[in-house]
């Protein structure tokens, strides 16, 4: 009972005595809001310097960034401005200094944003003041931009969808941020620099740029830009063009005999495997597709006349050998024709043919 009794008592002095602690320590601090320090996303965020570029033609870039840059190409079609391609232009674009007293006066004065905190956050609003040096104005005359054949070349590789929102930067409105603080705004709505307790603060949000920043830029769609004409092809008498890979080029002059294939005055064996695909194959790269079926069915046939040949049975007495012959001068001719011309009818062997070529090709 003692025991149970003075157990009781200690469990109540340790209740009080904690607290008593707690009633004597310093209430805890509110955590505070931490602000955006960083630069200002762009100059939509300063209403002073957005109403005025505005004003003057200027559309302000989606960030103050380096990337946007005369002559580069950029999609917008998915929200954020994506880089495409760079120095798509053959000119050269002109750089000057911009000479716009409103502008340039609104952006050496300072500008302010407000630091990213909502209404209400602070007791006094946090802002950033930034001052720019003098901006430089970077131009490509609108005539001048034709792209160049690799940028119109890769530029056609897209589909309507991926070329939706392409623009191309024209002019660029560039200038260092020479000076960036934050402070606050009184009642009256004055800019009061951080002090006291928040210099650690003030030390963080001061930063410059190392480079110049695109504060505002003017595009065109590229919907809008005058793209080259093609080369001029190489175009035989058919009017096909040749095409890359093709060993021969166009293809003008085309002979064979029952070992060989002259084209363009390059003569080529066509006996063995190797040969007969190296050809074939190459028929391809140039578009004489049926003039490759035409080769390889001349030399089947040419192969099965050999073979009925060392056979003496093939000629006589079943009569294989002439057949097999006779059908090798036809695909032979019909390849010749379709290299020169590929457009002819695709028909069946002997139907085609003007002059009957002798057995034996």
Known sequence: MFRNGATSVIHRCL?????????????????RLVPDLQPSANAS??????DLLDRTGWLPTPELSGIFQ??????????PHVLMLRGCFEAEASTDTYTSLDLTSQLQAGVRVRGGMGAGALEGALVKHLKFGLPEHHAMARLAMTPSAVCAERLGRLTADQRRGLYAVQEVLTAEIAEQTCGRLDASGRFVGLGGAELELARACSQVSLEPV?????????????FPDPPASDLPATGLPALEGCPWGRIQTVSS????????????????????????????RCDRAEAARA??????????????????VGFWPFGIGIYT?????????????????????????GGW???VRSPGG
């Open 353 to 355: 043919r003007k002059q």
């Open 295 to 312: 080769f390889d069915l001349w030399r089947a046939h040419r192969r099965a006349t050999n073979i009925a040949g060392a056979t003496l």
């Open 325 to 349: 012959a006779w059908n090798a001068g036809n695909w032979r001719e019909r390849m010749e024709q379709l290299l020169l011309d590929p457009t002819v009818a695709d028909q069946r062997s």
């Open 15 to 31: 209740l009080g005595l904690l607290l008593v602690i707690g009633h004597s320590l310093p209430a805890r601090a509110k955590p």
């Open 45 to 50: 965020d300063m209403p002073a310097l957005a």
């Open 70 to 79: 005369v002559g580069s190409i950029f999609s917008s079609a998915d929200g």
């Open 214 to 226: 695109a504060v505002a830029y003017r595009v065109v769609p590229l919907a809008d830009l005058s």
């Open 257 to 284: 005999s029952m070992t060989t294939l002259t084209i363009n005055g390059e003569t080529r064996g066509v006996r063995g495997i190797e040969a007969r695909s190296a050809i074939s194959a190459d028929l391809q």
